[in-house]
C-alpha cells in the first residue's frame, strides 16, 4: 500500500533532525579530542618528554611531625629539633655498597656504620627510604647535594629528631623514643606502613610509649620522579599528614625540678606529690636518673652498660614500679578496716609492754621498753606496733586488705608510664595459691604493720593519702589535656568511711607531726596555715635486728613518709620512699616537709617556715642543690 505525501515528508524531517543532531555530537567530541591532543602535545610537551626518558613515578611517605608535650604550665617538655640527613633508596642505588664508598669520600662514616646500613637495608624492602646519616653539619649537606648526578639513589634532607630540653629531670616520666625494633613489630597485628621504614622512631617508654599513637600522628605521603639513574628529578605532588597530638601533663616543672634535686642526695630513692582535689600528679621524682637524649641520639654500649649494672637502678621508675613494704604508713588502714568492722573504737586502749605474744612467739613493738596504754590518737602519733597487732587480731586479714583496696593500694593505677605495678595486698586465698600454706595469725600482726607481704609503691602510698584527706575515691591523673582538650577528673565520689574515722586519722597524723613526741615533729612546719599531717614508716628488709650503720646499703631498712597539707584545708598529698635509708623520721620525712613547703609556696620557702634548729642545715642543702631553673627563695632577691 503506498504511503500517503504528509507521511513521506514527516519521515524526511526527522531523519534530518536526528542527522544534525549526531553530526553535531561528532564535530564536539573531536574538538575535545584535539583540544586535548594539542594540551598534551604542544603545553606539557616539555613534561611527557621526561616522562619517556624512562623516568618512574614513586610513592614516598612523609613521617608525620611528633606531637609535642609541656608541662602543666606550657613549659615544653618532649620538642622536635631540625637536623640535617642523608637517605638512600636501595631500589633506585643500584649497587648500595658502590655508592656508599663514594658517599664516605664526602661525609665522615665508620665501617661499623656502613656495615649496618647494608646490614638493614637487606633486611628491609629496597623502595624503602633508610636514612644513612643524621645530625650532619650544613658543610656536609651541600657536598651531598653537588656530587648527587653521581650518587643515585641518595637525597640530602632536612629532618625532625626528638628532644629533651630537660634532660634528666623527667625523664622517667616522659621516657624516650627509640628505633622501631622486630621485637615492637611483632607485637602488632597490622603494624602501620611507617613503622617498617628503616630507622624510624617510636617510643620506648614513659609517656612517649603509652601514648604513641596519639603522639605518632598520622603519616603522608609524596609522588616524586626519579630518572634512570635513580636520581630525584622533581616531586609532582604530595598529600600532607596529620601531626601527632600535643599532650599536657599535670605536672609542674618548677616543683618536678625540686623534687628530682632533692632526691638526688638519696642515693636511691623516689617522691610522689598529687593534688588531693582533682588527682593531678604535680611532681613524679625517680632518683638516680638518666639522659633520656643519649637513647634517641643511640646510647653507646658503654653508657648503656653503665646504666644497667649502677645498684641503684637510674633506669627503674621506682615512684610508679618500685615496691616496697609500706612499714608504719600502713597503719591508717589497720585501724579504718577496725573502725569499720566495728571491733574497736578510737577512744579504747590497749597497753604495750614492748611486745604481743600469739602462738608461743613474741612479736615486739619498735620501742623495745614498750608504750603503755594506748588508743587511736596516741598509737600513730608514737607508731605503737603493739596496738595494731591488737587491731589486726580482732579485725582480720581480709577486712583490711578490703580496705587497702579501698584507699588505692593493691591497685594498678590508670597513668600512662612505664611498668606501673600493683603491688600485694595479701588475703589467705592468695597465700593458699601462691605458697600453698593456710594464713596464720602472725601473717595478720605482719601486714597491719605493713610488713610481711604487703608490698606498695611511692604511687599508691600518695593515692592513699589523698583519699585519707579528701575522703574521696580520687584517682591519679597525668594527662591534663589533648591538643587542648581537657582530660576528665576520676574518682571525685565518697570513699564510703565513716567522716568520725577519717577525722579522728586526720587528726592523729596531724599528731605525728605537730605535737612533741610524735615522730616526725622535727619535720614540722611552722606556719600554721600551712601545718602538715604525716606518718612516718621504717621497713625492714631483713630479718635479723641489727643497727643499719653495721650492715651494707642494700641490707638497711628502707625510709618512707606521707603526709598532706595544709591540715585545715588539705591541697597535697606526698610520699616519700628512700631505700635503704633507715628510719622514715631522719631520712625520709626531712625530705617529705621539703617537697611540701616547695609546693605550698611555689618557690624556695623562707627559713622562717623551718624549726629554728633545722634552719642552718636546711641553708646548706639548698646549695648543694643542682636547680635546672631559676628558683627564687620566698621575700628574697637571692636566687
Same mark, same amino acid.
Given at each position: 500500500?503506498?504511503?500517503?505525501?504528509?507521511?513521506?515528508?514527516?519521515?524526511?524531517?526527522?531523519?534530518?533532525?536526528?542527522?544534525?543532531?549526531?553530526?553535531?555530537?561528532?564535530?564536539?567530541?573531536?574538538?575535545?579530542?584535539?583540544?586535548?591532543?594539542?594540551?598534551?602535545?604542544?603545553?606539557?610537551?616539555?613534561?611527557?618528554?621526561?616522562?619517556?626518558?624512562?623516568?618512574?613515578?614513586?610513592?614516598?611517605?612523609?613521617?608525620?611531625?611528633?606531637?609535642?608535650?609541656?608541662?602543666?604550665?606550657?613549659?615544653?617538655?618532649?620538642?622536635?629539633?631540625?637536623?640535617?640527613? *642523608?637517605?638512600?633508596?636501595?631500589?633506585?642505588? @643500584?649497587?648500595?655498597?658502590?655508592?656508599?664508598?663514594?658517599?664516605?669520600?664526602?661525609?665522615?662514616?665508620?665501617?661499623?656504620?656502613?656495615?649496618?646500613?647494608?646490614?638493614?637495608?637487606?633486611?628491609?624492602?629496597?623502595?624503602?627510604?633508610?636514612?644513612?646519616? $643524621? +645530625?650532619?653539619?650544613?658543610?656536609?649537606?651541600?657536598?651531598?647535594?653537588?656530587?648527587?648526578?653521581?650518587?643515585?639513589? %641518595?637525597?640530602?634532607?632536612?629532618?625532625?629528631?626528638?628532644?629533651?630540653?630537660?634532660?634528666?629531670?623527667?625523664?622517667?616520666?616522659?621516657?624516650?623514643?627509640?628505633?622501631?625494633?622486630?621485637? $615492637?613489630?611483632?607485637?602488632?597485628?597490622?603494624?602501620?606502613?611507617?613503622?617498617?621504614?628503616?630507622?624510624?622512631? *617510636? @617510643?620506648?617508654?614513659?609517656?612517649?610509649?603509652?601514648?604513641?599513637?596519639?603522639?605518632?600522628?598520622?603519616?603522608?605521603?609524596?609522588?616524586?620522579?626519579?630518572?634512570?639513574?635513580?636520581?630525584?628529578?622533581?616531586?609532582?605532588?604530595?598529600?600532607?599528614?596529620?601531626?601527632?597530638? $600535643?599532650?599536657?601533663?599535670?605536672?609542674? &616543672?618548677?616543683?618536678?625540678?625540686?623534687?628530682?634535686?632533692?632526691?638526688?642526695?638519696?642515693?636511691?630513692?623516689?617522691?610522689?606529690?598529687?593534688?588531693?582535689?582533682?588527682?593531678?600528679?604535680?611532681?613524679? !621524682?625517680?632518683?638516680?636518673?638518666?639522659?633520656?637524649?643519649?637513647? %634517641?641520639?643511640?646510647?653507646?654500649?658503654?653508657?648503656?652498660?653503665?646504666?644497667?649494672?649502677?645498684?641503684?637502678?637510674?633506669?627503674?621508675?621506682?615512684?610508679?614500679?618500685?615496691?616496697?613494704?609500706?612499714?608504719?604508713?600502713?597503719?591508717?588502714?589497720?585501724?579504718?578496716?577496725?573502725?569499720?568492722?566495728?571491733?574497736?573504737?578510737?577512744?579504747?586502749?590497749?597497753?604495750?609492754?614492748? &611486745?604481743?605474744?600469739?602462738?608461743?612467739?613474741?612479736?615486739?613493738?619498735?620501742?623495745?621498753?614498750?608504750?603503755?596504754?594506748?588508743?587511736?590518737?596516741?598509737?600513730?602519733?608514737?607508731?605503737?606496733?603493739?596496738?595494731?597487732?591488737?587491731?589486726?587480731?580482732?579485725?582480720?586479714?581480709?577486712?583490711?586488705?578490703?580496705?587497702?583496696?579501698?584507699?588505692?593500694?593493691?591497685?594498678?593505677?590508670?597513668?600512662?608510664?612505664?611498668?606501673?605495678?600493683? !603491688?600485694?595486698?595479701?588475703?589467705?586465698?592468695?597465700?593458699?595459691?601462691?605458697?600453698?600454706?593456710?594464713?596464720?595469725?602472725?601473717?595478720?600482726?605482719?601486714?597491719? *604493720? @605493713?610488713?610481711?607481704?604487703?608490698?606498695?609503691?611511692?604511687?599508691?602510698?600518695?593515692?592513699?593519702?589523698?583519699?585519707?584527706?579528701?575522703?574521696?575515691?580520687?584517682?591519679?591523673?597525668?594527662?591534663?589535656?589533648?591538643?587542648?582538650?581537657?582530660?576528665?577528673?576520676?574518682?571525685?565520689?565518697?570513699?564510703?568511711?565513716?567522716?568520725?574515722?577519717?577525722?579522728?586519722?586526720?587528726?592523729?597524723?596531724?599528731?605525728?607531726?605537730?605535737?612533741?613526741?610524735?615522730?616526725?615533729? +622535727?619535720?614540722?612546719?611552722?606556719?600554721?596555715?600551712?601545718?602538715?599531717?604525716?606518718?612516718?614508716?621504717?621497713?625492714?628488709?631483713?630479718?635479723?635486728?641489727?643497727?643499719?650503720?653495721?650492715?651494707?646499703?642494700?641490707?638497711?631498712?628502707?625510709?618512707?613518709?606521707?603526709?598532706?597539707?595544709?591540715?585545715?584545708?588539705?591541697?597535697?598529698?606526698?610520699?616519700? %620512699?628512700?631505700?635503704?635509708?633507715?628510719?622514715?623520721?631522719?631520712?625520709?620525712?626531712?625530705?617529705?616537709?621539703?617537697?611540701?613547703?616547695?609546693?605550698?609556696? @611555689?618557690?624556695?620557702?623562707?627559713?622562717?617556715?623551718?624549726?629554728?634548729?633545722?634552719?642552718?642545715?636546711?641553708?646548706?642543702?639548698?646549695? !648543694?642543690?643542682?636547680?635546672?631553673?631559676?628558683? +627564687?627563695?620566698?621575700?628574697?632577691?637571692?636566687?
Amino acid at each position: 500500500m503506498r504511503r500517503p505525501p504528509r507521511d513521506t515528508e514527516e519521515s524526511v524531517r526527522c531523519i534530518t533532525r536526528r542527522s544534525l543532531l549526531m553530526g553535531g555530537v561528532m564535530v564536539g567530541t573531536g574538538a575535545v579530542l584535539g583540544g586535548r591532543m594539542r594540551y598534551m602535545q604542544v603545553d606539557q610537551a616539555d613534561a611527557f618528554r621526561l616522562l619517556a626518558e624512562e623516568n618512574r613515578i614513586k610513592f614516598r611517605l612523609i613521617p608525620p611531625t611528633r606531637g609535642l608535650i609541656f608541662d602543666r604550665n606550657g613549659t615544653a617538655l618532649a620538642e622536635n629539633e631540625q637536623i640535617y640527613r *642523608i637517605a638512600i633508596v636501595p631500589e633506585d642505588a @643500584g649497587d648500595v655498597e658502590m655508592v656508599l664508598a663514594k658517599l664516605r669520600t664526602l661525609i665522615p662514616m665508620t665501617d661499623e656504620e656502613v656495615e649496618e646500613a647494608v646490614k638493614d637495608m637487606r633486611k628491609a624492602s629496597p623502595f624503602l627510604e633508610y636514612t644513612l646519616k $643524621d +645530625r650532619l653539619t650544613w658543610e656536609d649537606v651541600a657536598k651531598v647535594a653537588v656530587n648527587a648526578p653521581a650518587l643515585p639513589g %641518595v637525597t640530602p634532607e632536612v629532618g625532625l629528631s626528638r628532644v629533651y630540653p630537660l634532660s634528666e629531670e623527667l625523664a622517667h616520666v616522659i621516657g624516650y623514643v627509640g628505633r622501631v625494633s622486630d621485637y $615492637d613489630l611483632s607485637k602488632l597485628e597490622n603494624p602501620d606502613p611507617l613503622l617498617q621504614t628503616p630507622k624510624f622512631q *617510636i @617510643g620506648k617508654s614513659g609517656v612517649e610509649n603509652k601514648l604513641e599513637l596519639p603522639l605518632r600522628g598520622k603519616a603522608g605521603n609524596k609522588r616524586i620522579e626519579v630518572n634512570a639513574s635513580g636520581r630525584v628529578m622533581r616531586e609532582l605532588g604530595r598529600q600532607e599528614g596529620e601531626a601527632g597530638a $600535643d599532650i599536657q601533663l599535670t605536672i609542674d &616543672h618548677g616543683l618536678q625540678d625540686f623534687v628530682q634535686a632533692r632526691l638526688e642526695g638519696q642515693l636511691a630513692a623516689a617522691a610522689v606529690v598529687m593534688d588531693v582535689r582533682n588527682g593531678d600528679l604535680l611532681a613524679v !621524682g625517680s632518683a638516680p636518673s638518666f639522659d633520656p637524649n643519649k637513647f %634517641v641520639r643511640g646510647i653507646s654500649v658503654s653508657d648503656y652498660k653503665e646504666l644497667t649494672e649502677n645498684k641503684y637502678r637510674p633506669l627503674a621508675n621506682k615512684a610508679v614500679q618500685g615496691l616496697y613494704p609500706p612499714g608504719s604508713t600502713f597503719k591508717m588502714v589497720t585501724v579504718l578496716a577496725a573502725m569499720e568492722a566495728g571491733v574497736v573504737t578510737a577512744g579504747e586502749h590497749f597497753s604495750c609492754r614492748g &611486745h604481743k605474744e600469739v602462738a608461743g612467739r613474741k612479736f615486739h613493738c619498735w620501742k623495745r621498753s614498750g608504750h603503755g596504754a594506748m588508743d587511736l590518737h596516741d598509737a600513730i602519733k608514737n607508731s605503737c606496733d603493739v596496738y595494731f597487732y591488737e587491731l589486726a587480731l580482732k579485725a582480720g586479714i581480709e577486712n583490711i586488705t578490703a580496705m587497702a583496696n579501698r584507699l588505692g593500694l593493691g591497685e594498678r593505677h590508670d597513668v600512662p608510664m612505664s611498668a606501673v605495678a600493683r !603491688g600485694l595486698t595479701p588475703t589467705k586465698a592468695w597465700k593458699e595459691a601462691n605458697y600453698d600454706q593456710g594464713w596464720v595469725l602472725g601473717d595478720s600482726l605482719n601486714a597491719s *604493720i @605493713g610488713q610481711g607481704f604487703v608490698l606498695t609503691s611511692p604511687m599508691q602510698l600518695a593515692v592513699m593519702t589523698a583519699r585519707l584527706a579528701s575522703g574521696t575515691q580520687i584517682a591519679p591523673r597525668l594527662i591534663k589535656s589533648r591538643d587542648g582538650i581537657e582530660e576528665p577528673i576520676i574518682g571525685t565520689d565518697p570513699l564510703g568511711i565513716s567522716p568520725t574515722a577519717l577525722t579522728q586519722i586526720r587528726k592523729a597524723m596531724n599528731a605525728v607531726c605537730n605535737e612533741s613526741g610524735g615522730t616526725a615533729y +622535727r619535720s614540722r612546719i611552722l606556719p600554721r596555715e600551712m601545718r602538715m599531717a604525716g606518718k612516718t614508716g621504717t621497713s625492714q628488709v631483713r630479718s635479723v635486728v641489727v643497727r643499719n650503720q653495721d650492715v651494707p646499703w642494700e641490707q638497711r631498712d628502707h625510709a618512707l613518709f606521707v603526709g598532706f597539707a595544709p591540715y585545715d584545708d588539705p591541697k597535697y598529698a606526698v610520699s616519700v %620512699v628512700v631505700e635503704h635509708g633507715g628510719g622514715g623520721s631522719t631520712a625520709a620525712a626531712p625530705v617529705a616537709r621539703d617537697i611540701m613547703l616547695q609546693a605550698l609556696y @611555689g618557690e624556695l620557702p623562707p627559713l622562717e617556715a623551718y624549726p629554728s634548729r633545722d634552719r642552718w642545715e636546711v641553708e646548706q642543702m639548698r646549695k !648543694g642543690l643542682k636547680l635546672r631553673g631559676n628558683t +627564687r627563695v620566698k621575700g628574697s632577691d637571692q636566687a
